[in-house]
Structure formats: structure tokens, C-alpha cells
């Protein structure tokens, strides 16, 4: 019985043995081979739909952009089919040439043309004028009918006429003006 004994003795530690070895080699394949491929599975379970929601986000966001530009042509279109075309208010002296010019070939005296600072706006500045001068009744109003026809950017806010006191149709005007200009939007004019 003592050889039986001592055999298995020894066979159960050589089992042991080979158990443990089992037991390393399986612990070291779990840590190196599926403990990361199981993280790698749960972070890309987590990512999934993460990837998913973005993506819908990033569609959502092109169809946006998509109509906003097809907006922006129409708006673009309809605003090269309007008459108006504002003007930066740095043109200032020019439009006073114009209206001076006006007021000259219409037969007016001009005594003073003053612009007022801008006023800025969101979608537009207002540079205020004063204008005055005499002349006949007949001209001054032509020049006001000119002033609208010529100048869809002008606005006359105020207007007052008065006579001379000569008798022959002289008047004294003084007129207010607003030119509406294009937005300063924060650029520096040249």
C-alpha cells in the first residue's frame, strides 16, 4: 500500500501541478485576450449609439444647411430684382454732389446742405441731411418729385416752405433728408 500511496501522492501533486498551470495559463489568457476584447465590446456598445444619434445630428444639420442656402439664393434673387441698392454712408459727399446737382438743374438756390451723423441699424444706417433753399414754388416741388424719383434711398422727413415775401413765386425751403445707407456690420471703410 505504500507504493499505491506514495504513486498517488506523487500523481496528485503532478495533477496540482497541472491544475495550477491551468489555472495561470487561463487566468493570463482572460486578462490578456478576453478581458480587452470584452472592454473593447462594451465601449463599442457605448459608442454605437452614440455614433448613431451624431450621425442623425450631422443629416439634420446638412438638410439645415441645404435650405438655408437654397433661402439665401432666393433672398438673393429677389433682392437683385429690387431697385434699391444701398450705398455705404463713406459715399456721403458723392450723394451730396447728386443732390446738389438736383436741386441746380431743377432751378433751386441752394443755401445750406448739412449730413448729421449716422444713425446705425441692424439692417441699415440713417445719415440724416438738412437741406435749404429757394426758389420758385413750381421748381421746389418738381425738385421734391425728382428727390423721390431719383432717390429711392432718400426719405424726406420734414419739409417746410415758405414765401419770400418778393411776389413773384420765390420760396424758401428747408427740407430733412434721411439716406438710408448699408449696415457698417463692423468693417473699417476706406
Known amino acids: 500500500m505504500n507504493n499505491l ?8 501533486r503532478i495533477d496540482a501541478g497541472g491544475v495550477g498551470v491551468c489555472l495561470v495559463v ?4 482572460y ?19 452614440l455614433l448613431t444619434h451624431k450621425e442623425q445630428e450631422v443629416r439634420a444639420a446638412r438638410a439645415s444647411l441645404a435650405q438655408l442656402r437654397t433661402d439665401l439664393d432666393e433672398t438673393e434673387m429677389a433682392l437683385e430684382g429690387q431697385p434699391l441698392r444701398l450705398e455705404s454712408q463713406g459715399q456721403v459727399n458723392t ?3 447728386r443732390l446738389a446737382d438736383l436741386a441746380l438743374a431743377s432751378g433751386l438756390e441752394i443755401h445750406q446742405m448739412l449730413p448729421d451723423n449716422a444713425r ?9 441731411i438738412k437741406l435749404s433753399g429757394s426758389g420758385d414754388y413750381r421748381k421746389v416741388t418738381g425738385f421734391m ?13 420734414e419739409f417746410d416752405l415758405s414765401s419770400n415775401g418778393g411776389g413773384q413765386g420765390q420760396a424758401r425751403f428747408d427740407v430733412g433728408l434721411v439716406w438710408y445707407t448699408m449696415p457698417s456690420l463692423g468693417l473699417v471703410e476706406n
Open 26 to 29: 487561463t487566468a493570463l489568457s
Open 145 to 157: 418729385r425728382d428727390i423721390h424719383g431719383g432717390f429711392a434711398d432718400i426719405a424726406v422727413v
Open 5 to 12: 500511496t506514495a504513486s498517488i501522492k506523487r500523481w496528485w
Open 95 to 97: 450723394r451730396l454732389a
Open 120 to 128: 446705425t441699424g441692424e439692417r441699415y444706417n440713417i445719415v440724416p
Open 31 to 49: 486578462l490578456s485576450l478576453v478581458r480587452p476584447v470584452s472592454q473593447m465590446q462594451d465601449e463599442s456598445d457605448r459608442l454605437v449609439p
